[in-house]
């Protein structure tokens, strides 16, 4: 959102009232409180007929600033607002004859206290990270309507690049775009978002997250090109500066503070099958997709019932269609016989003919407006209501229908929608500002079905396949891209969409293999399916025709067969990964500036990915087989033809559809499985040790877990000369090793 004609001149509509010069501050425990005064004060009469802005400095946790800035604070500020952790770090407040100093382990903040200089300067140690200083912090109000706002505006650094912001589809460099944080079902196509976070990261190595739910805008380069602004309608306006000193570290200490991912169980690691969206399907129809992929050799671990496992304009009713699904619980028993998992989709909407609409309704367990009317739709289902998640009965009730699906053999669900939220003439059970809880919403919905199945399986063996999301969000996994197009420019677009994601610690991501909308050539096919069984989950679907390959051709069989069972045998590799996303919120999919923050050829990248900590991932997105893509310096080795790469520098080279670049990372120990028939199985027993290159004085540690992300096996390696002592501790002695590539080296183990 704009407020200025250029530099200096403000919009005509609006009235601004910009922080002009420190006045005063006070100490309240750990808390410091500062006023700027909107105009010079140079006499005793300058204080009348002006505003005052206050600001409220305070730190949840070590190297985390919380900065609140209020007009006026009579007005109420109602919820929701993201769940913060606090953990009440020490903290210190200096203050001298020219600035007052609040300071949170090695981050500060240095408020500026000469006149007409209102500033505060953020600092990593003696390293300046941002600030805010003349026309940045203010008050505007709208002279035609009343409306107010509250903006923040941050300094750019030269050659600074700004991440992240939730799973955006635009430009991966958020640098000149302007961006709206609310939540919509727009596609990959598209500027909306799904997954709306308003968390960004610098290469610089901090932090910035909004603290507000609602519709905030943020201009980012765009207005004032030196700054990023952001701006929310109303009194006040409060973020977090998180400071990491590195992309890396921020991320782990927003995860840190917002929450970090559970660990999804081995299994969902898997393929994952479904029966597309509105293509015909009954038992007979999805016995045959299942054995037509047994039949081909390639293992199958999750099928998914789309939304015609329920009886149409009754979604959701929670109950199997009778006329397809005579015997549902008899069909799933032969299913997971197979060795299947089962997962059905859902949404957190009640169609009118639903049995359930009137039993909600008559319960007050739907959404109201403000006349006690139950709010209705007829987009997506007719007459549709909404459960309202902020009623803790109405809670109780929804888990209860699932715990019906759960009892006959579902193990986990796909929690479509949770965008399209009302907002006008609402009134949740809670009171809960329906601005706010329009993007909140997919939280309280995907919080209650992922604890459901957490209560009901276990913990570890709980996970969705979720669509929308807010802050906080990671904590629920897995959360796929939405609807994307059957095309190499939506493969890519998804792609960027995931490292934006990343950007705010959703540890697991997916997508749709082969593009939701429209049916891919064989080639695309066959190249999203490399792609989709390299990322964390790997789910075929599409929306009018089914996923399988041997609708493609004879070799899209052979190619999906070849990177499942990849995949399977990388799962000791990956699993270990899972386990540091959930520990440490460093997401499995990572882009390149995160991973290599030194490397300045890597901020700018969105072709290509780190996937855990040792591989490097560069899909192809060319007919041709030509990928391009940037090796970070070292000698790389490809995985799937053993070539050593010098990195440094760029590389252009054709793949047919068995290969693509593939690369282990130097000073690396990639574990590798003896399975490749399935995601679950002992990762420890008979896995080979693959040694990447060693650089003199490399070394290099790792894990092995069990199925549940317990460590088993303690892996290190240590070059000195021509001998690498490797190092192996637990287990159950069945190991081996493998020297990647051609290198004269020799395996010393201890």
């Known amino acids: 959102m704009k407020f200025t004609n250029g530099y200096w001149v403000t919009k005509k509509e609006y009235q601004p009232l910009y922080a002009v010069e420190y006045t005063d501050c006070r100490i309240d425990g750990k808390e410091l409180i500062v006023y700027a005064a909107t105009k010079h004060i140079e006499t005793r009469g300058d204080i009348l007929n002006q505003g005052l802005l206050t600001i409220r400095l305070t730190s949840p946790m070590l190297n985390v600033i919380q900065i609140s800035v209020t007009h006026f604070e009579g007005m109420d500020h109602p919820g929701p607002y993201c769940k913060v952790r606090n953990e009440n770090p020490p903290v210190e407040i200096i203050e001298n004859e020219t600035a007052v100093v609040y300071k949170t382990g090695k981050t500060a903040a240095v408020i500026n206290k000469r006149p007409s200089a209102w500033g505060i300067r953020f600092f990593d140690g003696d390293r300046e990270l941002t600030n805010t200083s003349f026309r940045n912090m203010a008050h505007m109000t709208d002279i035609f309507t009343g409306q107010t706002y509250m903006i923040e505006q941050l300094a750019l650094d030269i050659g600074e690049n700004i991440y992240g912001l939730g799973e955006r589809f635009t430009p991966f460099v958020k640098n000149g775009q302007t961006v709206e944080m609310w939540n919509e079902d727009g596609g990959t196509a ?26 905030a805008a943020y201009e980012i380069a765009s207005e004032k090109v030196e ?205 809960s500002d329906p601005v706010k809880m329009h993007n909140y919403y997919t939280q309280l919905y995907n919080q209650a079905v992922f604890e459901l199945i957490e209560r009901e399986r276990g913990v570890g063996e709980a996970v969705l396949f979720a669509r929308s999301a807010t802050v906080g969000g990671q904590q629920y996994p897995v959360h796929w891209g939405g609807d994307c197009f059957a095309t190499y420019p939506s493969m890519a677009e998804t792609l960027r969409g995931g490292l934006s994601l990343a950007c705010a610690g959703f540890g697991y991501w997916s ?165 490749d028939t399935r995601p679950d199985y002992d990762f420890y027993d008979g896995v080979t040790l693959c040694l990447s290159v060693f650089t003199e004085g490399g070394e290099a540690e790792t894990v092995v877990t069990d199925r549940q992300g317990k460590a088993v096996m303690s892996v290190s390696a240590k070059r000195n000369g021509d001998v690498l002592k490797l190092s192996v501790e637990g287990g159950n002695g069945n190991w081996d090793y493998q020297v990647l590539g051609e290198q004269n080296i020799r395996v010393e183990c201890l």
């Open 190 to 215: 598209s500027e909306i978002a799904y997954k709306n976070i308003p968390f960004y990261i610098s290469n610089k190595g901090y932090g910035i997250l909004l603290d507000h739910e609602e519709d």
């Open 511 to 675: 997508h749709d293999i082969g593009g939701f909308e429209s049916t891919a050539s064989a080639d695309i096919y066959k190249r999203w399916c490399q792609f989709g069984m390299l990322s964390s989950h790997s789910r075929l679907h599409g929306s009018t025709s089914y996923r399988v390959p041997w609708l493609f051709d004879d070799e899209a069989c052979e190619v999906l067969k070849r990177f499942v069972k990849l995949k399977y045998s990388l799962m000791p590799y990956l699993y270990h990964q899972a386990v540091i996303s959930h520990q440490d919120g460093i997401p499995i999919m990572r882009p390149m500036f995160v991973e290599f923050p030194d490397e300045r050829n890597c901020e700018p990248l969105d072709r290509q990915y780190m996937w855990g900590d040792s591989l490097m991932v560069a899909p192809i997105f060319k007919e041709s087989g030509e990928a391009e893509y940037y090796l970070p310096e070292g000698d790389w080795i490809n995985l799937l033809d053993g070539r050593m790469i010098a990195g440094g520098k760029w590389q252009k080279e054709l793949f047919d559809y068995f290969s693509l670049p593939l690369m282990v990372r130097p000073n690396s120990i990639l574990a590798i499985g003896n399975n």
């Open 227 to 431: 700054r990023v602004q952001f701006s929310v309608a109303g009194e006040r306006l409060s973020y977090f500066l998180i400071n990491g000193s590195n992309p890396k570290e921020t991320i782990q200490r927003y995860t840190e503070l917002t929450g970090k991912p559970a660990l999804p169980p081995a299994w969902s690691f898997g393929l994952w099958l479904t029966t597309s969206f509105t293509t015909e399907y009954d038992e007979t129809s999805v016995t045959g997709l299942i054995q037509g992929m047994a039949d081909r050799d390639i293992p199958l671990r999750v099928f998914h019932f789309d939304c015609y496992w329920m009886e149409a304009f009754e979604w959701c009713n929670f109950t199997w269609d009778a006329r397809t699904f005579p015997e549902p619980e008899q069909m799933l028993s032969r299913y997971r016989e197979r060795g299947l998992k089962i997962s059905v989709w859902i949404n957190p909407y009640i169609g009118q003919k639903s049995p359930l609409f009137h039993e909600a309704m008559k319960q007050g367990y739907l959404l109201k407006k403000s006349n006690g009317a139950v709010w209705q739709s007829d987009l997506w289902q007719a007459g549709m209501g909404m459960v309202d998640f902020t009623n803790p009965e109405a809670v109780t009730w929804y888990q209860a229908k699932l715990k019906i699906l759960l009892d006959m053999g579902v193990d986990c669900f796909k929690t479509d929608f949770g965008e399209r939220i009302p907002v006008r003439d609402i009134v949740y059970f809670d009171g």
